[in-house]
Every structure is written in C-alpha cells, then in structure tokens.
C-alpha cells in the first residue's frame, strides 16, 4: 500500500508532465502560426523592402515560443531524478536563456533600425 506522500508525489508527477506537455505544444502552435504570419508578409510585400518585418515576425514568435519552453523545462527540473539529469537540464535552461536575450535584442535592434528610417 502506498503512503500520502507517494500518491501525492505521482499526482504531481502526473499534472507536471501534462503541463509539460501543454506548454510544448503551444509553443510549437506559436512558432507555426509565427511562420506563416512570416510567409504570408513575405508575399505581400516581395517587391519590397520590408525585411525587418520579417525578421520581426519570425524573432518575435520565436522568442515567445521559448518562453513557454522555458516554462516547461522549469516544470520538469521539479520530477527530476538524478543529478546528471539535472546538470544537462540545466545547461539546456541556460542556453534557451541566452537564445531568449539574443532574440529580444535582435528585436529591439530591429524596431530601432525601423524607428531611424521612418524619421528619415
């Protein structure tokens, strides 16, 4: 028979995993829906210059889509078993950190240059 603390323990287990689970596929939904988004400007606006739009688009679902795997990955180093488990984990959590900071600064990099060549 199983105590409190273990049924209490695999329900958790159970409820991280299928927020895990939620999470990753809206992160998938938003870079999918990013993308076409991306396509369809493309298009529109081929004869153009209009590729930081592009670049926009594509940085920002980007970055939003890894904010809900860095939910994820913070959900799963809770059931984590081992430490090596968790060293690589980890690791995975600080590189999509850098990805994130990398994209918001490519965004705002973006908007600035947009800012400058409206003024002119």
Do not use: P
Not at 40 to 46: A, E, G, P, S, W
């Amino acid at each position: 028979m199983q105590s409190k603390g273990e049924n209490m323990e695999q329900f958790l287990e159970i409820i991280i995993h299928i927020s895990v689970l939620i999470l990753e596929i809206i992160a998938v939904a938003v870079i999918a829906i990013g993308t076409v988004k991306s396509v369809i400007i493309f298009i529109q606006n081929y004869f153009t210059d209009k590729e930081n739009q592009i670049i926009r688009e594509m940085a920002s679902s980007m970055s939003l889509a890894l904010e809900f795997i860095l939910a994820a990955e913070i959900l799963e180093t809770m059931i984590v078993d081992d430490r090596t488990q968790l060293i690589t984990m980890s690791v995975l959590l600080v590189l999509r950190i850098i990805i994130t900071f990398v994209l918001h600064w490519e965004l705002r990099t973006t908007e600035c240059h947009e800012n400058k060549s409206s003024d002119e």
